[in-house]
């Protein structure tokens, strides 16, 4: 091979041009003799750091605030693309990271800005990459905090984060970081295009196409316009929009800033009055665990509700309340908050009108659903929050605000949209018949319980009493492929109940099926089709689709020992947000729930069921590691005691021959520093 063919060029003459040595910054660190005599060597290496990388040296020694954020891929100055990110939720967060910073210089201190990008679950959906998806949070969780203790003179943190995994791994992050002040900025949505299809419809026209509901060519221009403008998340209530409603509702955020429209003034202006709310907490000695508290996430789940917010926030609170050292929601508490609590939003994907995120921005977010909730006395608003008040106070200055009046004016204007019709007063949510937004339902097959988003089942298929009511011969699949092919082939049919078993944690990483809902929400006969299983749902998945089964298939759950042509009986109550899911006939014979039960008990584990082949290491680890915290429904967690703890007993009964036949440097540990 030729060297002008190969690896080193030699046409390209500038590389030549080299230095070994430079005249350094000019100026002197602003030491004391204190300094050098009692502060550590990485106080004093830092100052050199900042003024290396061009900060004066005269500043060089100020207070420092660390920015964490999800910033993917790389935009040129006129915002074209150099590199990708993985979507468009991260893609504008760079300006809020350098609008949050100016603001913090000028309050003259040092901004600090490290990052930990986040994948797309709807990039991934049908791929292997959702294997990794839900792993991703608890790995992203720990390297933000990784990040924020590896700067020790940080006085505060100001997260950044939009998306699905990335804004519950950093409300975990900084809830872990208790006795900092910590404040979160929520990346905002894009845009719905003027003619086309949202982002989660969108994700539909493979399905449609198969069952020639589009041409290729409709195809090909929905897919085109669907992300209409370049930054913030889905323009519908998933799990990235809810997870932004929550920040907010925990108080991390600043009252109306979840859902703000990307990469406009209002969205920069919200990073601007997020750095400076952040450096007022710590002048005032405020730290987050003043605003974490169980009041917090006792009104995230009351918001959550009201809402109509994803299911994927059932794993993602408990998981901030664990990193918070507080006591995580069980079963039974979101039971009785779904009971109490009407929805009250109007939105994408559970309507009834289908308005996209961006309006309830308009019609008053957070603080004016808050509003009505306080109003029904559904609320602690004596919860501290990152404005230094209390949620109350917050809502007193709300209701009066200019702020409140011009936006909701804003979407009459602009939308022809009247804001009490996206966020509705409790009187006419009732009289439009909007009800609950989860229900739990539990019986044979999910002993540990599970969720559907009743308020998405569509009230067509309800009876007169607004309870879903279904039995239907079990459809079962061990593989979402498997699942996907039977339904573009035409192989469902209405009346099935398709089990989707074995594609737990353990299986697939607990992997996203909204390939399945998103199929079956568009097809005319899909409403008449429910899904059982022990994964996880889109949070703009909408009918009677039934996840988060648990025990999981693989770990001995009931829902891995279904067999084809087994009857299969769904009742679900929106009002009393509860149900049953049983196993009451073998395609031989009827039976009780009771006889169900006992059946399942003797029945063996599907032998098709098993761990996805291509599931990584990674994922297996994570696995193991939350099933020992506790599952899904303790929000598939590290809880590091509990590990330990099942570790030693592990290791305690082991025999010394099974230790002998581990290989090499498994079950041993070195020598404990003293």
Known sequence: MSDSSGAFDPAAQGIYQIQTRAPGPPGKLPLTEDMLINHPSGDLFGLTQNVGMGWDPAGSNRKQFLILSTQGGLRAPDGKPVALGYHTGHWEIGLLVQAAAEEFRRLQVIPFAGFCSDPCDGRTQGTVGMFDSLPYRNDAAIVFRRLARSLPLRAGVLGIATCDKGLPAMMMALAGLGDLPCAIVPGGVTLPPQAGEDAGT???????????????????????????SPGGGCQ???TAATSQVVSEALGLSLPHSALSPSGQPVWIHMACRSASALYELEERGIAVRDILTCAAVRNAM?????????????????????????RLPTLSDWIEVNQRVPRLVSVLPNGPVHHPTVRVFLAGGVPEVMLHLRGLSLLDTEALTVTGKTLGENLDEWEKSERRRRFREALKTLDEVEPDDVILPPYLARARGLTGTLAFPRGNLAPEGSVVKSTAIDPSVLDADG????????????SEKAAMSAIKQGNIRAGDVMILAGVGPLGTGMEETYQITGALKHLPFGKHVALLTDARFSGVSTGACIGHIGPEGLAGGPIGKILDGDVIRIVINGRSAEG????????????????GCRILAERPPRPDLATNPDLPADTRLWAALQLASGGAWSGCVYDVDAIIAMFESGRAALQPSDLAKQKPGTLQRGPREP
């Open 467 to 478: 309870v879903y009511r279904k039995e239907g011969r079990a459809r079962v699949f061990v």
């Open 202 to 228: 969108v994700q539909t026209i493979g399905t449609r196409y198969a069952h020639n509901l589009i041409s290729l060519s409709e195809a090909a221009e929905l897919g085109c316009r669907a992300c209409a």
């Open 236 to 238: 519908f209530l998933g």
């Open 302 to 326: 009351v918001v959550h509700a009201a809402f109509g917010g994803s299911t994927n926030l059932l794993l993602h609170i408990p998981a901030i309340a664990h990193a918070a050292k507080l």
């Open 580 to 595: 049953a899911v049983d196993l009451v006939g073998d395609g031989k014979q009827l039976f009780t729930p009771e006889a």
